[in-house]
């Protein structure tokens, strides 16, 4: 007989924040400088970088989920995982499966890069990032190349996302969109014995109050 199947929380409402506030943050990015709104995009900027920042804090000392000691394995441990991509079977992932988690890694770092390089950048017209005279002509130059140009490497892991997340539903038929819009999985029930642990609210509150006093105070160097 199948196991019963149990409602288990897997994400907490603040990885879900980070997930969907980057999804819009990433679109307003690019609508705000094809569309010539500079200030908009240098905000945008900002409150990337503070959930970026703050999601990396909260992959040290987060929910079990949330924690990279939780769901980053071995590139070998991913390469099988997707070995099987094609094979019919039921979620049962408490949290990101293997490939899953390094796909986190490297949006992340992509992220941080274009935020981090944002800050450096000056393109003699339109903006100007807050820490661009602390650096060379040179410098705030090369920033600005790599800002521009990066743009596309997250377009690309983005889509790549997007396109794994459609694979699972097409072929696997699991679902990976609903538990980060709800943040639950009905899951066999032994292994909803090992509910992940959910940290408390005030202390991604407090992180997340801490990294965006830090990333104004940046935008007010300029």
């Known amino acids: 007989m199948s196991s019963p199947m149990r409602r288990v929380r897997i994400w907490d409402p603040w990885v879900r924040l980070v997930h969907w506030g980057l999804v819009v943050l990433l679109g307003l990015s690019w609508w705000s400088v094809e569309t010539g709104r500079m200030e908009l995009h240098m905000t945008s900027g900002y409150l990337t970088l503070t959930l970026v920042v703050f999601r990396i804090g909260w992959g040290i000392w987060g929910s079990d989920t949330a924690r990279f000691t939780r769901f980053l394995r071995s590139p070998l441990a991913a390469l099988a995982h997707l070995r099987h991509i094609a094979r019919r079977e039921a979620d049962t992932e408490l949290g990101h499966n293997a490939a899953g988690g390094w796909m986190v890694l ?111 105070g940046l935008s007010r160097l300029g």
Do not use: C
Request: charged share 10%; proline share 5%; net charge positive.
């Open 106 to 216: 490297v949006l992340l770092a992509v992220l941080l890069l274009q935020a981090g390089t944002g800050l450096f950048a000056d393109d003699q017209v339109l903006a100007r990032g807050p820490l661009a005279g602390f650096v060379s002509g040179e410098t705030s130059d090369f920033a600005t190349f790599i800002h521009v140009r990066n743009f596309n490497v997250i377009l690309a892991a983005a889509g790549l996302h997007v396109l794994a997340v459609l694979a699972y539903l097409a072929v696997k038929r699991q679902n990976l969109v609903r538990p980060m819009l709800t943040g639950v999985k009905w899951l066999p029930a032994t292994l909803a014995a090992r509910a992940p642990r959910m940290a408390p609210h005030w202390l991604a509150a407090s992180w997340l109050a801490v990294v965006a006093v830090a990333v104004w």
